[in-house]
């Protein structure tokens, strides 16, 4: 391989400013940058990160990392590179610039060559574990703790698995090519060996770019009816008060396995029962179109409600939540099938689909927003019959990066 | 089993099933009239714990219990391991609100194989609370212990146990005879000859009575301890743990009803306070029919017996003098479970005004009200 080039986009053989594994972003591309192969790239650089707000791509890859680093100068270097790399993957270019040397490993895995960036985003999150582990506050970081930040609570039917759970860093990279989405995570990984270790790992799916209207999860309901818009998922989702975070958003992520040979056998009408929605319109029941408002107050003859007191829709509608509103942003996964003991009556026990869905969420303020809301639906929830969480994190995202800049700047820097 | 649940209304538990069904009881029998379920609370308590079992109502105000509130407890933890559950929670009907009475440890000393909360739960006008343990420490019967009768005082603090060889897994919903100073507990115990789930049923489940004397702040003391029924049908099970006599009911001219799980009847022991030997199996009151798996058991106002299935989701009304079924009404219509609320039923509390009752729903870990 020494001294052969691939030629599409110049991989292996670009130039770049990277110094000693560690890279300014100056020499980052912006959003307009040509790569080849065509397509459309998500501007990296920005007040905000992207990855959150923008339209879900058809694939996530994300993964938790625990910190190795072992001061604020190693933690700083790797968001320097993984900064730097971020900026590059996502406008179509090899994580790494520089000559190949054949003798050492690749810059760049390669499995995106002739790939275009297929709107990959890379959004970073910082875990409870940046700023305190096991008490020891590693980085001088603990006082920046933001009081949002908090320590999810444990809900009712909680079944975490602790492989599946926390981090002191994550990195959701979205896109919309499976591999492009992997990649991406892949080489974030290699440039911070000896500074961070993988905790674990998330893949998912969505059908939101080809679906007519609103994208349906694997229970075969549309998702993400309620989903705020415009200016009120900005201030849904957005951190406003002074401070690292303003511009950022914190994420909540679950792992929710879905008992799908379960709910396969269930009447439809059951299903919306539960759902609290048509399954094919995705109406509100007692209303006719998706987007009708719900009426919550609509009894039948003997005084029950329409839309039942635990329809999955009923519990999390805002207007039922004291206005909290959360930016979902879910990716469906199917990871094979494995034993599992169903936790509700009739207890089914055998090899089941490991497939639900990797919920996510984005907020200004998670006791304000998923806690507020999910509280109550871990309770009441008729959808958890059907439902476990296997997995959680909460991360601070904090905002976007200026060119010259690296995430978490505002962090790592301030006094 | 009653007709499925129509395809427009019927659907989840509770809510809007009785719109579903609302006659399925016959005409002048209580269920008819018992129109609107209403979901009144979740039982988890802090810990985590799942699956409520028991209910009682508090008869009279003492330390952290407040008259007319609705104690709960929880047979698994948080993991929903059968025969863990350590919590008990009190629930106000007038506020809504739900606490958390009692959290017991894993292990008591005086309790052979730990803490696992069943349905025998009694309130004493006293503040003295006594509730059972089948306990487990894996959520099967492999590792069933013999389990107690754990005394908690009324702020919730275990003061005691009743353990001994005539105590094994005490498991029904008690009835008891409350004089203050004297009171008289029924209780079943269906642990004797259990084992890993695959075994044969067991003709060895017993009801016994306890009779404790009741000293003004003083703990409890066990006077007298009769076995008053014997023989019933019990049986380890891989799904819900352990099948035998659940339902015990007191009627005012001293018969005990007891709900015989096994044996899909209700039968009745006579003179059940003052027997000084046992009625066996004791006398059929009826069998078969509306039941399935009959389980907890309690007096409608109407002094009808309403006994919860455990085999799906109705709750059946019989008139205890002539034994007839007089109606069934779907409790709960879940359709995630087959029969429709097949395993979520369990306990059932007739409340102190006799206005309506409540039941559990072990699906949802909720307590519901119905009136």
Not at chain 1, 134 to 142: P, W
Request: aromatic share 8%; with cysteine; net charge negative.
């Amino acid at each position: 391989m020494n001294g052969q080039k691939p030629s599409r986009r110049g991989f292996f053989g670009m130039a770049g400013g990277l110094a000693g594994g560690i890279a300014t972003a100056s020499a980052a591309p912006t959003a307009a940058v040509a790569y080849e192969g065509g397509g459309e790239a998500v501007p990296f650089y920005g007040p905000r990160q992207a990855g959150i707000t923008t339209p879900m791509q058809s694939h996530i890859y994300f993964a938790a990392f625990d910190l190795a680093a072992e001061n604020r100068q190693e933690l700083v270097a790797l968001l320097q590179a993984w900064t730097m790399a971020s900026a590059r993957m996502s406008a179509g270019l090899p994580a790494v610039p520089g000559e190949q040397d054949g003798d050492k490993p690749s810059l760049d895995s390669g499995e995106a060559v002739g790939l275009n960036p297929q709107r990959l985003t890379i959004t970073f999150g910082f875990g409870p574990d940046l700023f305190t582990l096991a008490g020891k506050d590693r980085y001088g970081l603990a006082a920046k703790r933001p009081e949002a930040l908090v320590n999810l609570p444990g809900f009712n039917g909680d079944q975490l698995v602790e492989g599946l759970c926390g981090g002191a860093l994550c990195v959701q990279a979205c896109a919309d090519d499976a591999q492009v989405a992997f990649h991406a995570v892949r080489q974030l990984a290699r440039l911070s060996y000896g500074a961070a270790n993988l905790r674990w790992v998330q893949s998912g799916f969505c059908t939101g770019g080809k679906s007519k209207g609103t994208a349906r999860n694997l229970l075969g309901f549309k998702d993400g009816t309620m989903n705020p818009t415009g200016a009120t998922m900005d201030q849904a989702v957005w951190v406003e008060q002074p401070g690292w975070m303003q511009g950022g958003s914190y994420m909540v992520a679950r792992r929710i396995r879905i008992a799908l040979e379960h709910w396969d056998r269930m009447r439809v009408g059951f299903q919306e029962m539960t759902f609290g929605r048509s399954k094919a319109t995705g109406a509100p029941l007692g209303g006719k179109a998706e987007f009708d408002t719900p009426d919550f107050n609509a009894t039948d003859s003997s005084g029950n409600y329409v839309i039942p007191e635990n329809a999955h829709m009923r519990l999390a509608a805002p207007v039922n939540n004291d206005g909290a509103q959360i930016l979902r942003r879910s990716y469906s996964y199917n990871d094979g099938a494995n034993f599992v003991a169903e936790r509700w009556p009739p207890w089914h026990q055998g090899i089941e689909y490991d497939a639900g869905l990797f919920f996510q969420a984005y907020q200004k303020d998670p006791r304000t927003g998923f806690i507020r809301i999910f509280d109550k639906m871990s309770k009441f929830d008729a959808l958890n019959q059907f439902t476990t969480h296997v997995g959680s994190a909460i991360f601070a995202c904090p905002p976007g990066v200026t060119k010259g800049g690296y995430i978490g700047q505002g962090l790592l820097e301030t006094a | 089993m009653k007709t499925k649940p129509s395809t427009t209304l019927a659907a989840l538990s509770v809510l809007a099933l009785s719109a579903a069904w609302p006659a399925h009881a016959d005409e002048g029998a209580y269920l008819a009239g018992v129109k609107k379920h209403h979901l009144a609370t979740s039982a988890v308590p802090e810990n985590g714990d799942q699956n409520p079992y028991a209910m009682a109502f508090v008869p009279a105000s003492a330390g952290n219990l407040q008259q007319g509130d609705l104690l709960v407890d929880n047979f698994n933890n948080k993991a929903n391991l059968q025969g863990t559950g350590t919590s008990i929670i009190s629930y106000q009907p007038a506020t809504g609100k739900m606490t958390t009475f009692a959290t017991l440890p894993a292990t008591l000393p005086g309790c052979p194989g730990g803490v696992g909360l069943t349905t025998a739960l009694a309130v004493l006008k006293s503040g003295w609370v006594i509730v059972g343990s089948a306990p487990s420490t894996d959520g099967t019967t492999k590792t069933l212990g013999a389990g107690c009768l754990i005394v908690l005082d009324s702020s919730g603090k275990v003061a005691g146990t009743i353990a001994g060889p005539d105590i094994a897994d005490p498991w029904g919903n008690m009835a008891w005879i409350d004089e203050g100073d004297k009171a008289i507990l029924f209780v079943s115990n269906v642990g004797f000859g259990i084992g890993a789930p695959g075994q044969p049923v067991q003709k060895s489940a017993t009801v016994l009575r306890i009779t404790l004397a009741i000293a003004d702040g003083k703990l409890p003391v066990v006077t007298d301890k009769t076995v008053i029924g014997n023989g019933f049908g019990a049986q380890a099970d891989a799904s819900v743990f352990l099948i035998g006599p659940t339902g015990l009911a007191l009627g005012k001219d001293g018969t005990l009803y007891v709900s015989d799980a096994i044996g899909n009847q209700v039968v009745a022991i006579e003179n059940a306070a003052t027997r000084t030997d046992s009625a066996g199996t004791g006398r059929l009151v009826t069998k078969d029919g509306s039941l399935q798996r009959p389980l907890a058991m309690a007096f409608a106002p109407n002094g009808h017996l309403l006994v919860t299935n455990g085999l799906n989701g109705q709750a059946v009304e019989i008139d205890p003098v002539s034994g007839k079924q007089l109606g069934t009404s779907w409790l709960d219509n879940d359709e995630a479970q087959t029969p429709p609320g097949s395993g979520d039923l369990f306990g059932i509390a007739v409340n102190p005004e006799g206005t309506g009752f409540y039941y559990v729903e072990d699906d949802m870990n909720t307590v519901v009200q119905a009136q």
